[in-house]
C-alpha cells in the first residue's frame, strides 16, 4: 500500500473513512452503495467477501475502485480450471545464472487480492486459498510467508453458470466473511450511468484516488475492536444461528465462525454508522450476507425449490429481539468505557 497525504477526516474514525471511500468510489460507480458498505466493513474486520451477479454489472470493477481508493495493492487473478496453486501463492525458480533457487511471490502477495470467477477453478486451486484466508500466511515448499498487512481476499461468482463451474466447498465458503450479491441496476441507475459515458466515454477506474492510507486503517480496525456489544445483543446473535442448525429444510447450519462473524461485523457497522455500541438492526441487516452461503439444505427443501434466503427471511422473523432498549445499550456502553 502507498501512502499519501490522504485524509478522510479524522484519521482512524470507521464513519469517515467509510464516508471517503463511498464518495470517491461513487465517482464512476453507480449504486450498489450497500456492497460498498460491506467491503468497508470487511476491511476493518480483516475479513473476506464472495461476490455474486450475472456477467456485466461491474463485480470487478467495484474490486478496484475499494482497492484504489483505499490504497490496497490491488492483484487480480482470473481463475480457470487449469490454474494451478502456484499459480497463485508462488513458488521457487532456478535461476541458472545465480545457480541458485529464488522465491517468485505470487499474486496472494497483495493487499487485496481479487480471485475473479472462483467456482471456475478446480477444488485443489480453491483451496490453495484457505491457509491464506484464514491464517494470512502461505506454505512454499515447505517454508510459511507471512502476507501483507492488511490482506482480503474479494472473490466473484456467476450465478448462472453451469458448465465448466465447481461449486465451492462448504469450508470455502465459510471463509468468506459476507456473500454479497451484486444486482442488475433499476431504471434510474442505468440511465445515470447511460448519461456519465455519454458524456466522458473513458470514464473507469483511473479517475478514483487514494483517500485513506494503512495507519487509517489499522487504527479504524482498533476502534471497531472497541466497539461495545451488550450480552442482550450476544444472545439475540446466539439465537439466530442456533436456529439455522435446529431448521427442518437445513443439514448443516452456521458455524462458530458465522457467530463470530456477527460479533466483528456489527461492530463495524454501528462504528461506520457513529454508534461505539451495536444495536439488533446492525444484526439483522448483516443476517443474509453472514448466513445465507453457510447453510447446507435438506434434499426435501431444495426439491422444493427453498433457498437460503428464505430461511433466513425465516430465521428473522421467528426470532424474537433481544428485551433492551437501545438507550439502555448506550448507557451501557459508556459505562464500559469508563
Known sequence: MTETEADPGDHGDPEAIAEAIREEVSQVLVGNEDVVES??????????????????????????????????????????????????????????????????RGPIFANLVLADEINRATPKTQSALLEAMQERQVTIEGETLELPTPFMVIATQNPIEMEGVFELPEAQRDRFQFKLTVDLPDRDDEAELIDRFDTEPQLGVAMVEQVITTDDILAAQQAVADTYVAQPVKGYVLDLVGATRSHPDVRHGASPRATITFIHGSKARAAIHGRSYVIPDDIKALAESVLAHRLVLSTDAELSDVTPTDIVANVLAETELPDADPSEIAAASEESST
Open 39 to 104: 467491503l468497508t466493513v470487511a476491511l476493518l474486520t480483516r475479513g473476506h467477501v464472495l461476490l455474486e451477479g450475472v456477467p456485466g454489472i461491474a463485480k470487478t470493477t467495484i474490486a478496484n475502485l475499494f482497492a484504489r481508493a483505499s490504497g490496497l495493492d490491488y492483484r487480480r487473478v482470473q481463475m480457470t480450471p487449469d490454474i494451478l496453486p502456484a499459480d497463485i501463492t508462488g513458488t521457487n525458480v532456478y535461476r541458472q545464472n545465480l545457480g541458485e533457487f529464488e522465491l517468485q
